[in-house]
């Protein structure tokens, strides 16, 4: 910003802005944004722009308008006439007129807005909210405000003043009856405690009157509750740390606990996790019908970085889907959706997994997106690109500016926060903290400021005004069921991608992700050949029956997913994410993988004219996963009499013998095996039928030739390919101790986070 027009913000914000100050301002940043598109604001190109916009805005428009723009309409059609400076003139007369028409939009006149500022540490989406916990640079500050007069003025109003202490705020949401004001804030301690420390402080849920009055903290203990979003049922939803655990792949430096969906009552009581995914999410907002849509970092077998897609679940946690993103590269990191209001459609921030959270911004038709039928990747046909100046970050390129926190009024307009500079991010994107400032954008891609303070960032714009509130979605959960709930699943062969014919399905193999304990640190402990891997369990498998539907029981509160696989035990299609169940929920899905809003056939299936299937344990060596007891002992009793290790043995050595972190059968197999990983392994991030591990690994044609065939049983060749499938890890745990004993050979039981 330079360096006048922020001196006079500062000024403006802190006293009202006196009619010239503020009309200083506002050409100001006009000018600003004009050399942001490479032009001038005396140019023939920015005034036709402008011009062209009002007249849009006249168009909905009575009385003076039409006639004012006739005027101005003349004197820009003799451009050559005008020097410089009466250019410059006439398209500032054109740009207020526009100006106080956008503002005139009964969406927003006369509406207060809700805001908060805060200085943000920079390095990556994870850093947005918990960053506090490593940089103590001065980060501290900011609080909640409210713009009394948006448009007229920049005067504000302070609501949380010093009240709180110095601290970090973030987050920020207003009830459906603009009475209540929630917000999430960390008082910050004058030195740094270790993240370890029980000293260390956390963010907690406040909420006030929206007069700053009737201040009140809603959550405490030790974890981090943040992103306040109040329900049509009365209810709270947030993310909070309470689930324990952390992402799997943080540098040392940077302990990042793992946040999840939870859910409260308005006064802090009543607790409870609606999301048991074993990484990250963000950004829960209410759209139209009463779902719940909320970010998710998701990468169960496939890269770790990339892939923050939109999922939506009911208000009780029951029925989480994927809404859009988790298939695409194309679009980096989906962040901030808010509903349209008279609308479907869900406005977001196309941002980036290495940078802070911003972006451009996008619109997306949940009822129009689709897979690509040759990629099976997310087709961006339903994206309505609304700032297309601005790149999705690190998919084609870096942005040179961008957005953050949208609020829409309608299809139509928008309340934002926006940046004149590059977005922050990691390595050599890194910089200091780029300021948003509060604008009214149009979908012409017309920018108004409301608000801009210099030294620090404003950000969550929220119009101070009553909104419908949608339906409550019911419950639906069964007691009876106790702590379990039930799958059903219509047809497996409806897929997006057909199944081979000659492999049909006899199984489903439920495998339970397990959050990562122990250590917040990429790659420690390592679990196998993969990077970033997740420790699992096979919890069982079930039957498929001849129509391709399966009905079942599962435990409830476990992140979940699923293999298909033959009759030789090899799987053919896996999930790429996971799925829970909540207690006495009972969940049915079409088929595997199957296209959007597909419907189940009319037919009654066969698995549902039983009762429902109880999952069958796998073998020794799968609850948790372990090599040493799944593996080596067939590798022992099979092959290590000629594959011992010794000079002019054939390779590989096939014996349990120490070897590094792990042995020399699991080294020496290391060439004839494919796995998913961060960034290597098996390509592509969807999942292609008939290309899962043990497909693609040479050891899955090796167990199978002719000349090993016979030296194995079935049932010790199917243990090789589960494993294969199972990603090939070595250990099932990050427990010290338990790694210990599983690299003996002992078995070890279920670790408690779950």
Same mark, same amino acid.
């Given at each position: 910003?330079?360096? +006048? &027009?922020?001196?006079? $913000? #500062?000024? *403006? %914000?802190?006293?009202? /802005?006196?009619? !010239?100050?503020?009309? @200083? =301002? ?37 009385? +003076? &308008?039409?006639?004012? $723009? #006739?005027? *101005? %309409?003349?004197?820009? /059609?003799?451009? !050559?006439?005008?020097? @410089? =400076? ?50 103590? /640079? ?185 809404l859009f993103g988790s298939y695409t590269e194309a ?16 406005v977001f921030v196309a941002g980036a997994h290495h ?400």
């Amino acid at each position: 910003m330079p360096t +006048a &027009l922020g001196a006079m $913000l #500062a000024a *403006l %914000a802190l006293a009202g /802005a006196p009619p !010239d100050a503020y009309r @200083a =301002a506002v050409e100001a940043d006009w000018a600003r944004q004009e050399t942001r598109r490479g032009r001038a604001d005396d140019s023939p190109a920015a005034i036709a722009e402008a011009l062209a916009r009002a007249r849009r805005f006249a168009a909905d428009s009575a009385g +003076a &308008l039409p006639e004012a $723009l #006739a005027a *101005l %309409a003349d004197r820009a /059609a003799r451009l !050559d006439d005008l020097d @410089a =400076a009466a250019r410059r003139g006439l398209y500032r007369e054109i740009r207020w007129v526009a100006r106080n028409a956008a503002l005139a939009n009964p969406l927003l006149a006369g509406k207060p807005i809700l805001f908060l500022e805060r200085k943000r540490f920079i390095c990556q989406m994870l850093h947005e909210y918990l960053g506090y916990y490593y940089d103590y /640079a001065d980060i501290a500050g900011g609080g909640v405000f409210l713009l009394e007069r948006p448009g007229a003025s920049f005067a504000v109003r302070d609501l949380t003043g010093a009240r709180l202490g110095r601290g970090n705020f973030t987050t920020l949401a207003l009830s459906y009856d603009a009475r209540t004001v929630y917000f999430a804030f960390c008082p910050r301690a004058e030195e740094k405690p270790d993240y370890y420390s029980p000293h260390r402080r956390s963010f907690h849920i406040f909420a006030m009157d929206i007069d700053g009055g009737g201040l009140r903290q809603l959550t405490g203990g030790p974890d981090d509750d943040f992103d306040p979003c109040e329900l049509p049922d009365g209810g709270i939803a947030f993310m909070s740390t309470r689930r324990g655990g952390f992402g799997r792949c943080h540098n040392p430096w940077e302990p990042l606990p793992a946040y999840t969906l939870h859910r409260m009552d308005r006064e802090g009581g009543r607790v409870r996790t609606l999301s048991f995914h074993e990484t990250n999410e963000w950004h829960p907002s209410v759209l139209s019908d009463g779902r719940i849509v909320y970010s998710r970092w998701d990468y169960v077998d496939r890269s770790a970085a990339h892939f923050h897609g939109l999922w939506t679940s009911n208000p009780d946690g029951t029925n989480p889907m994927e809404l859009f993103g988790s298939y695409t590269e194309a679009v980096n990191a989906c962040f901030q959706p808010r509903a349209v209001p008279g609308s479907n459609k869900i406005v977001f921030v196309a941002g980036a997994h290495h940078a802070a959270v911003g972006g451009a911004l996008v619109m997306v038709d949940p009822d129009r997106v689709t897979l690509d039928p040759a990629t099976g990747e997310t087709r961006l046909d339903a994206l309505e690109r609304l700032t297309p100046e601005v790149c999705f970050p690190e998919a084609p390129g870096w942005p040179a500016s961008y957005f953050h926190a949208p609020w829409p009024l309608s299809e139509d307009w928008f309340l934002v926060g926006f940046s004149f500079d590059p977005l922050p991010g990691m390595g050599p994107r890194v910089n200091e903290d780029t300021e948003t400032g509060l604008y009214l954008l149009d979908r012409s891609g017309g920018l108004e400021l409301l608000y801009r303070r210099p030294g620090i960032s404003a950000m969550y714009p929220l119009p101070c005004a009553a909104r419908p509130v949608p339906p409550a979605i019911a419950g639906a959960c069964d007691p009876a069921l106790g702590d379990e709930g039930e799958f059903f699943l219509t047809d497996v062969r409806l897929s997006h991608f057909p199944l081979p014919a000659s492999r049909p399905i006899r199984a489903l193999r439920i495998f339970q992700v397990l959050p990562k304990s122990e250590t917040h640190i990429s790659d420690r402990p390592r679990l196998g050949y993969a990077r970033a891997e997740s420790a699992r369990m096979l919890l069982g498998t079930v039957p498929v029956e001849a129509d391709g539907s399966a009905y079942f029981r599962a435990p409830a509160r476990k992140p979940l997913y699923f293999h298909a696989v033959d009759a030789e035990g090899r799987a053919v299609q896996g999930m790429r994410s996971v799925t829970y169940l909540q207690p006495g929920e009972r969940r049915g899905c079409v088929g595997c993988h199957e296209r959007r809003h597909s419907a189940p056939p009319a037919a009654r299936t066969l698995a549902l004219r039983r009762p429902p299937s109880r999952l069958a344990p796998g073998p020794d060596g799968t609850r948790p996963w372990s090599y040493m007891r799944l593996v080596q002992p067939l590798l022992d009793a099979r092959c290590a009499a000629c594959h011992d290790g010794r000079e002019g043995a054939p390779a590989p050595a096939l014996t349990g013998a120490p070897r590094g972190e792990f042995t020399a059968s699991y080294e020496g197999l290391k060439p004839y095996v494919r796995w998913y990983e961060w960034g290597e392994g098996i390509p592509g991030f969807v999942t292609r039928p008939g290309r899962m591990p043990a497909d693609v690994s040479p050891l899955g044609r090796i167990v199978a030739d002719d000349r090993h065939r016979g030296l194995l049983n079935d049932e010790e060749r199917r243990a090789i390919l589960l494993w294969l499938d199972g990603n090939a890890a070595f250990f099932g745990t990050y427990a010290e101790e338990a790694r210990a004993a599983q690299r003996r050979g002992a078995a070890v039981p279920p670790p408690e986070l779950q």
